[in-house]
């Protein structure tokens, strides 16, 4: 089975041809990082116009480089949701009217469900076996930060989110205040990397519970540099946000070790957070997707704690792409031609109900 997945939820174009939920056979990423940098993040409306202007032309690419033809194709999948509404129409109309002009079954995925199915994809033949049932997966990424119980696939437990800022979202304010760009991820792993001696920061348990929170790092890592910044003897208790310029006051050597410490605070939460309930929930393995599945520090801290079989969506496939949503497409073929975009759209909230599998920290409108 072949098939053609659309992703536009946010600020990447992407297209991808993949066979049988499995085998990339393509997978174009046009990036808009160059236009929102100046922004220090996304801007919704320049996203969306970019989208329109070349999801066509990676269309075309995605086609090309897979060595098939539109008639070739058993269905067309896209971006559903949850996303910007105005990057998600793009993807979400191309697609569906593609698959209404050439008469094939248009498939709606849910973003975060395509994160899922990353580690599912492989460009290797013959294909590598399919991850162990259940799953323990950490969805952590500029949107999202989640723990997910993967029973079987549409079979999802929501144990853990985020009650705050997402892990991404942390990482690009964290780089904006260091006055080191965007987007986050990628320059406070690149600065960490010349640490001589991390800060110390805090980590927010919240114990009894799979949740996170960055909200509290974040604070605190603002005060460590406006501390830094100004000397040890200021108090900066109730003085607000330090200002855009305040970075510029800090060393190349104070900035790495304020960048290493923030990390090293997140990737500790996550890790441990992870482990613990995949040990609660007697995963048989352990899943980490997402954006911020590409940083350094946290495979390899997943790869040293985990004894259990561990799958980490490779670079390609960890930031937003089409081919995972192909990969979900697959195995749900839930054909729904006359949906529309939600750009709220829960995981799979029906079947979370109907699993009948609760838990204290679940909510029914996850």
Request: charged fraction near 20%.
């Amino acid at each position: 089975m072949l098939i053609l997945a659309i992703e536009t939820s946010c600020d990447e174009t992407s297209c991808a041809v993949v066979q049988d939920g499995r085998l990339v056979r393509s997978n174009v990423v046009a990036s808009q990082i160059d236009l929102h940098a100046p922004y220090g993040g996304v801007v919704p409306e320049i996203a969306s116009r970019r989208h329109v202007e070349i999801i066509t032309l990676v269309a075309r690419q995605a086609l090309d480089v897979a060595g098939a033809r539109i008639q070739d194709l058993d269905a067309i999948a896209a971006t559903r949701g949850p996303g910007l509404a105005g990057a998600l129409l793009v993807g979400f109309s191309f697609g569906r009217g593609l698959a209404q002009a050439r008469g094939l079954p248009f498939i709606p995925v849910n973003h975060l469900e395509g994160h899922l199915h990353s580690v599912w994809l492989t460009r290797d033949e013959p294909m590598p076996p399919e991850p162990k049932l259940p799953l323990m997966a950490l969805i952590v990424s500029g949107g999202h930060t989640e723990l997910v119980l993967m029973n079987a696939h549409g079979d999802y437990i929501r144990v853990g989110r985020t009650l705050d800022d997402a892990a991404g979202e942390a990482f690009d304010k964290v780089a904006r205040l260091l006055g080191l760009g965007y987007p986050g991820g990628p320059a406070i792993q690149a600065a960490a990397a010349a640490a001589s001696s991390p800060v110390t920061l805090p980590r927010a348990w919240l114990r009894g519970t799979h949740d996170f929170s960055f909200s509290g790092l974040k604070t605190a890592t603002l005060h460590v540099v406006a501390r830094t910044a100004r000397g040890e003897a200021a108090d900066v208790r109730g003085a607000g946000p330090p200002s855009a310029d305040l970075s510029r006051e800090l060393t190349g050597t104070e900035v790495a070790n304020i960048a290493a410490g923030f990390q090293e605070s997140v990737v500790d939460v996550l890790v441990v957070k992870t482990m613990r309930a995949a040990e609660q929930y007697g995963a048989r393995s352990i899943a980490v997707v997402g954006g911020v599945a590409a940083n350094r520090l946290l495979r390899e801290r997943m790869e040293g704690a985990c004894a259990l079989p561990l799958y980490i969506s490779p670079p390609e496939f960890s930031t937003d792409n089409a081919a995972m949503i192909a990969a979900a497409a697959y195995f749900a073929r839930a054909v729904q031609p006359d949906c529309d975009i939600k750009p709220n759209l829960p995981l799979a909230a029906s079947r979370l109900v109907r699993a009948g599998r609760r838990t204290p920290n679940q909510d029914a409108s996850s």
